[in-house]
């Protein structure tokens, strides 16, 4: 029994040591749980903002606690009208219509709901200030006797009601030419120039201003004489250089020959007036030039007078030489001439100058080379066109039916170029080859290129090497109205560029010009400014960047929810660096409305999702059936950017295959680019109405190409924080990171 008891003692005052060792080698062999991360409180920053109605302001917060506690969050805002919001990436803009003078930001930590908070001022945007878009200068054009007066007025147009003043000044007149204060011209008596400016300059932008163009004539004095052909005589006896004849032709039609209606020549300054009391033909019944204007002979078309050609004639019925000028007025025709050996069936400009105020040049035909049915212009002349109509005419060759510019200057004002054709060469109604033809205004329509030929540009071609600009004007195109389109079986129904064509304010010093490529739909230019085609859709404002040719930087800004076809929705191809921004005024969609691509990126060009767009494809769930291909494809040479929170979602790609067509959200093809800093493509584990999905792999994304996730400077240089990989499941990022 001693023995048993010592045995147990000893065992009981073993036991408590063997125990501690145990569990003190438990405690040192076995691994321990981390710590679970806390967030004890977040920092939005900056704490205090002032933010104009209609900008925006960009916020941070900072996530501190323990244990390096995640740094997401969810961005609210705390009062403020429908249109003011906060995006994921916790960029505020703040509506145009805010009434509230205070805002709250507020950022929730999405580990442990803790909460940061700014207060956001909003003030209202400062005054506007007036700016000066253009100056017009009434009458236009006027025609001012030596000695005598002529009052002008000009209107101001601009913005936020700028000051109506200007300051008048008249350039190109001797002494005693003068223009008051408030408008009112002296022409000096002994005034030996024969064309002036009248210039408006605002007061309040002195680079804005507007002019108007003074013909001085010399004190008027009637030709003795009972025909055309005794006053033409008299003139070539007596006319004196500097002084001013008016020829009235007072018993109707005359027929004349070439030889009877030789102007005066070796004269400096002389101008010639034909007037009619009634209308009065001046007939041509032999073969020749009806009137051959010399150097210094101005020869004037006033009311009732119409110059009629010959069909069997061999050249043009008016000719201006170099230094010669030739004015039309209202009430003025030139018509029913064949020129059979040189261009210009009308009228020639060679090397002189053409000033068409108004009347009617119709019904002439221009047969062989050189073209111009209405009016060539050749050996650096110059046509200047205010008002009235070149219609109805035809070339059988070179182009240009109405007008053709062979080498020289074609300024259009104003008037109308309509219903002509040109048989081969393009340019129905005008074609420029070698020279400039410069159009402020007027109308361009109804004119042909001929059925055998398929040169373009129904209603304005250019040739290589020449030059179009248009800061006024329209020229129809393919969606004008039946009697308004012009036609071409070739490229370019309203203009067919082969040279430079440029769409600005020009003059002296040319702004905001860019280039025009050949064009179909309607080319209408207000200030400089191309219009759109329809109203300021998407559809609308993509048909405008195509129009124009340019690369470089463009924003299209959705003013809602827009269906639209991949057809609409086709972007401008053959670019080397076109960048499109596509972003939502409100929260907007562009929801896909037949089979296919939304948007097909070919080389060239780069797509920017930003704020406020989701892009929607097709699916049963929305509008009963699935489509065949992803709602983007990003080809070779292209680029897709995500950098605004953009949503891509809806669609359901049937297409069997897992190529450059097999992905529900965005496939981005060999040698194509995808970069995401904000932005989610849903897949497959969404909601019906979210998700996206395909036949094989890539519901969200299938990537044969380049595919980052990263953020961007405000410069747009992109930082790669990994590559992204055919994914089925939602891609969701927020800063360059994913977010669950």
């Known amino acids: 029994m001693k023995t048993f008891k010592l045995f147990m003692t000893r065992s009981i005052r073993l036991c408590p040591v063997a125990f501690i060792v145990a569990i003190g080698f438990s405690m040192v062999g076995c691994p321990t749980d981390p710590p679970e991360p806390t967030v004890t409180g977040i920092t939005v920053n900056p704490a205090t903002a002032n933010v104009v109605r209609g900008q925006s302001q960009d916020f941070t917060a900072t996530v501190s606690g323990t244990n390096d506690p995640p740094q997401t969050v969810w961005w609210s805002l705390i009062g403020g009208v429908s249109g003011t919001s906060i995006s994921a990436a916790g960029r505020l803009t703040v509506a145009h219509n805010e009434t509230a003078t205070s805002l ?27 700016t000066v878009t253009n100056v017009t200068v009434n009458p236009a054009t006027a025609t001012v006797a030596r000695g005598g007066n002529q009052n002008f007025t000009a209107a101001i147009f601009g913005t936020n009601n700028p000051p109506r003043t200007v300051t008048w000044t008249v350039e190109g007149g001797g002494t005693g ?19 002036l400016t009248v210039r408006a300059t605002s007061t309040h932008d002195t680079t804005r201003s507007g002019t108007a163009i003074v013909t001085a004539l010399a004190q008027e004095q009637y030709v003795p004489g009972f025909t055309l052909v005794e ?61 051959n204007i010399p150097s210094g002979v101005s020869l004037v078309l006033g009311e009732n007078i119409t110059l009629q050609g010959t069909r069997d004639n061999e050249a043009s019925l008016v000719q201006i030489n170099n230094g010669g000028t030739l004015i039309m007025n209202e009430r003025s025709r030139i018509t029913g001439n064949t020129a059979t050996t040189n261009g210009g069936g009308g009228v020639r400009v060679f090397g002189g100058t053409f000033t068409m105020y108004g009347g009617e040049i119709f019904g002439n035909t221009a047969t062989r080379f050189s073209g ?28 240009g039916g109405g007008v053709r510019v062979s080498r020289g200057t074609f300024v259009m004002h104003g008037g109308e170029i309509s219903g002509n054709t040109a048989g081969t060469d393009g340019g129905g109604g005008v074609r420029v080859s070698g020279g400039i033809f410069s159009m402020h205004g007027g109308e361009i329509f109804g004119n042909t290129t001929g059925t ?69 739909h309607t080319v209408h230019v207000i200030n400089g400014v191309l219009q759109l085609p329809q109203g300021n859709s998407f559809v609308a404002q993509l048909a405008r960047l195509d129009l124009s040719g340019n690369d470089g930087e463009h924003t299209i800004e959705i003013h809602g929810n827009e269906d ?8 401008p191809s053959g670019r080397t660096g076109l960048r499109i921004a596509l972003r939502g005024r409100v929260p907007s969609q562009i929801r896909l409305s037949a ?53 891509i979602m809806g669609n359901a790609n049937t297409f069997r295959t897992s190529g450059v067509f097999g992905a529900g959200g965005v496939c981005v093809a060999s040698g194509g680019t995808f970069r995401v800093s904000n932005g989610v493509i849903y897949g497959s584990n969404e909601a019906e109405g979210l998700r996206n999905t395909a036949y094989a792999s890539g519901a969200a994304l299938n990537n044969l190409g380049t595919s980052q996730r990263g953020t961007f400077t405000p410069a747009g240089v992109f930082t790669s924080l990994s590559s992204l990989s055919t994914a089925n499941n939602t891609i969701r990022v927020v800063n360059g990171q994913f977010v669950p």
């Not at 007037?275 to 001046?282: A, C, H, L, T, W």
């Open 104 to 130: 709250t930001i507020r950022a929730t930590s999405t580990h442990g709901a803790r909460i940061g908070t700014a207060t956001v001022t909003v003030t209202a945007p400062p005054p506007p200030v007036a």
């Open 177 to 195: 030419t003068s223009i008051s204060a408030d408008g009112n011209l002296t022409v000096a008596a002994n005034e030996t120039a024969s064309t």
């Open 231 to 291: 006053q033409l005589a008299w003139l070539r006896e007596n006319a004196f250089s500097g002084f001013s004849y008016i020829i009235e032709i007072p018993h109707g039609n005359q027929n004349v020959i070439p030889a009877q209606t030789t102007l005066p020549s070796g004269r400096t300054n002389l101008t010639v007036t034909l007037r009619g009391n009634v209308q009065s033909e001046i007939r041509l019944v032999a073969n020749g030039i009806l009137f």
């Open 372 to 399: 111009g049915g209405g009016v060539i212009v050749v050996n650096e002349g110059t046509f200047v066109m205010y008002d009235g109509e070149i219609f109805g005419n035809t070339t059988g060759a070179d182009g």
């Open 452 to 520: 055998g030929r398929s040169d373009g540009g129904g209603g304005v071609s250019v040739d290589g090497g020449a030059t179009f600009r248009i800061s006024n004007g329209i020229i129809h195109g393919s969606n004008a109205s039946e009697d308004l389109r012009n036609r071409t079986n070739g490229a370019g129904v309203a203009l067919h560029n082969m040279g430079t064509a440029l769409v600005g304010i020009d003059g002296a010093a040319p702004t905001g010009l860019f280039l025009l490529s050949t064009v179909n």
């Open 564 to 571: 639209i076809s991949p057809a609409q929705a086709r972007l």
């Open 595 to 647: 089979n296919g691509a939304l948007f097909d990126i070919p080389s060239g060009v780069t797509l920017v999702l930003d704020e406020n767009i989701t892009l929607v494809g097709r699916n049963v769930a929305r509008v009963g059936v699935n489509n065949y291909r992803p709602v983007v494809i990003v080809n070779n040479g292209g680029t897709l950017i995500m950098n605004g929170g953009a949503r």
